[in-house]
């Protein structure tokens, strides 16, 4: 117990702080603790891990099974952390329904929640939303946030079909932009 209780607390404030670095922040990117090395990657395709595997971290699928990234090889996976406290998490999402539709014979999006809360405030956010295509997963205490680095909230991850990283946004994308749907 006590080391799960650790692990909880390493990855929410690793969480926090990146929070003040990508799409969470609230403030003024001039104004942000960021460097500009930081700010110039965010909302933009970063391949500086290309290569990389997926992690073999367990998350957690609708009705407590857990799955893993491997799960779903054979397909280009968008791994979406997100958080439903997170708006432009909460702003993205639609669009990332929206772009799992289109590109389902190719791309499986995995919408994967850093909720506190759990399966409580994910469900509720997916019933209001009202979503066709999204099948939402959680990662309560952050663990595949913690194994990626990620840099805060929204982060997605685009995986190949052998598991392997291709690119990475900190923050959003227009998802059904050209430029986009050509990367994906």
């Not at 997916?126 to 952050?142: H, R, S």
Request: proline share 4%.
């Amino acid at each position: 117990m006590g080391v799960e209780i650790a692990r909880l607390l390493i990855a929410t404030g690793a969480m926090v702080t990146a929070t003040l670095f990508t799409g969470c922040d609230k403030g003024n990117p001039a104004g942000s603790q960021a460097s500009a090395a930081t700010m110039a990657k965010i909302n933009t395709i970063d391949r500086s891990h290309a290569g990389t595997a997926a992690p073999n971290i367990m998350f957690e699928a609708v009705g407590g099974a857990k799955t893993s990234i491997a799960k779903f090889k054979g397909k280009r996976v968008l791994v979406n952390l997100w958080a439903t406290w997170c708006a432009p998490c909460v702003a993205e999402m639609p669009a990332l329904d929206q772009l799992a539709g289109v590109k389902k014979a190719t791309l499986t999006v995995l919408p994967i929640s850093q909720d506190m809360e759990g399966w409580k405030a994910v469900n509720r956010f997916f019933a209001k939303g009202k979503f066709q295509t999204l099948v939402p997963y959680l990662d309560q205490q952050g663990v595949l946030a913690e194994k990626i680095a990620a840099q805060g909230l929204p982060m997605s991850v685009l995986y190949d079909e052998q598991g392997r990283e291709l690119w990475r946004v900190a923050g959003t994308l227009k998802w059904d932009s050209p430029a986009v749907l050509a990367a994906l």
